[in-house]
Nanobody, 134 residues
Framework: QVQLVESGGGSVQSGGSLRLSCSDS?????????MGWFRQPPGKKREGVAA???????SYAESVKDRFTISKDKVKNVWYLQMNSLKPEDTATYYC???????????????????????????WGQGTQVTVSS
């Protein structure tokens, strides 16, 4: 069944802001997880944007540092991606995802949420479109 649902996408002009939300319907999920945001520009591969672990540690792609902020409302079980100073190159479908804080995948051991790679994330939302015009 659907567990992660994104919302908040839309069209904005360059320099504008949007806040994406990801609602997790699984309220029994362990706190030892990585909550991530990824994006897939048209015709390109999906790439990591930001991640947040259960202790509040964050990780960001270089391209969005100082512009995007990931956060979570623990009461509502919703996490957010605040996107400021948006650029046309931020145009993409944005996905939220959840993966285990510790994972062993294809011979690689992952500890923590610093590596923004799709392979360590198991549950994905359906995506929300963000379009930034110049």
């Amino acid at each position: 069944q659907v567990q992660l649902v994104e919302s908040g996408g839309g069209s904005v002009q360059s320099g504008g802001s949007l806040r994406l939300s990801c609602s997790d319907s699984d309220d029994t999920r362990s706190t030892a997880v990585c909550m991530g945001w990824f994006r897939q520009p048209p015709g390109k591969k999906r790439e990591g944007v930001a991640a947040l672990d259960g202790d509040g540690r964050t990780s960001y792609a270089e391209s969005v540092k100082d512009r995007f902020t990931i956060s979570k409302d623990k009461v509502k079980n919703v996490w957010y991606l605040q996107m400021n100073s948006l650029k046309p190159e931020d145009t993409a479908t944005y996905y939220c995802a959840i993966g285990d804080h510790y994972a062993y995948i294809a011979g690689h051991y992952y500890s923590g949420c610093q590596e923004l790679v799709t392979v360590r994330y198991d549950d994905w939302g359906q995506g929300t479109q963000v379009t930034v015009s110049s």
